[in-house]
């Protein structure tokens, strides 16, 4: 049974897509960017956003009752991958071994032209 997650503590949906899918097992949560989600406002600065899209992808997880430890999956989004050390040295803070399989790919643009956007999959 698919059942869309939904938290007041990550930014709303921009678009018509969940924030997550849980479909028992595995969920889904959607690509977040680094909307503060107290104030609607894009936070600055790379090590900003990047801590917010984090902080945004655990608060959806924590509504899904997981974290980062059930996170098998992470896609990053880079606008311009000048920025992995930096987006790196943040990620690492907020996971612990073992890490999950992830992928970090440039892309031309992301949504209100942030400069970073991350997905992941989580498994129960």
Do not use: W
Request: hydrophobic letters at 45%.
């Amino acid at each position: 049974m698919v059942k869309a997650i939904h938290t007041n503590n990550a930014p709303q949906a921009i678009g018509p897509y969940s924030q997550a899918i849980d479909l028992g097992d595995l969920v889904f949560v959607s690509g977040q960017i680094p909307i503060n989600p107290e104030t609607g406002e894009i936070v600055e600065g790379i090590e900003n956003q990047t801590a917010q899209v984090l902080k945004n992808l655990q608060a959806i997880l924590t509504e899904a009752n997981l974290d980062f430890a059930n996170v098998v999956k992470f896609t990053i989004y880079l606008a311009n991958m000048e920025d992995f050390a930096k987006v790196n040295e943040i990620y690492a803070t907020f996971l612990k071994e073992p890490y999950p399989a992830r992928a970090c790919v440039e892309v031309s643009r992301l949504p209100k032209d942030v400069s970073v956007e991350m997905d992941v999959i989580a498994k129960r």
